[in-house]
């Protein structure tokens, strides 16, 4: 069983920075993706990476603006959002994968879920 917290939203201006944070119980031995939801629509891909770090993927909305890490010592994952637009406003999610193979950006390949952060954008 693993158990995310995600931390770190807030209110932020467009242009502005936030840096979301996702704590994991147990050991960090999965792919790691964070997702997002704004209201009325569907749960939506940002980004992902590999138990190792070594390999990551974006949304084409999000890249080079958002940057995924992750600190398996400290089990803990993050997202770093530069350049904020008022579009990025939404629930962010983090979840976690128990796949062998790349769950890629499909919400039903990720077995374990935070309860969110919000993250406002305001123009």
């Known amino acids: 069983q693993v158990q995310l917290v995600e931390s770190g939203g807030g209110l932020v201006q467009a242009g502005g920075s936030l840096r979301l944070s996702c704590a994991a119980s147990g050991r960090m031995s999965y792919t790691m993706g964070w997702f997002r939801q704004a209201p009325g629509k569907e749960r939506d891909f940002v980004a992902t990476?590999?138990?190792?770090?070594?390999?990551?993927d974006y949304a084409d909305s999000v890249k080079g603006r958002f940057t995924i890490s992750r600190d398996n010592a400290k089990n803990t994952m993050y997202l770093q959002m530069n350049s904020l637009k008022a579009e990025d406003t939404a629930v962010y999610y983090c979840?976690?994968?128990?796949?062998?193979?790349?769950?890629?950006?499909?919400?039903?390949?990720?077995?374990?879920w935070g309860q969110g952060t919000q993250v406002t954008v305001s123009s």
């Open positions: 979840a976690a994968s128990l796949r062998y193979d790349d769950p890629g950006p499909l919400t039903r390949r990720y077995d374990y």
């Open positions: 990476i590999s138990w190792g770090g070594g390999v990551t």
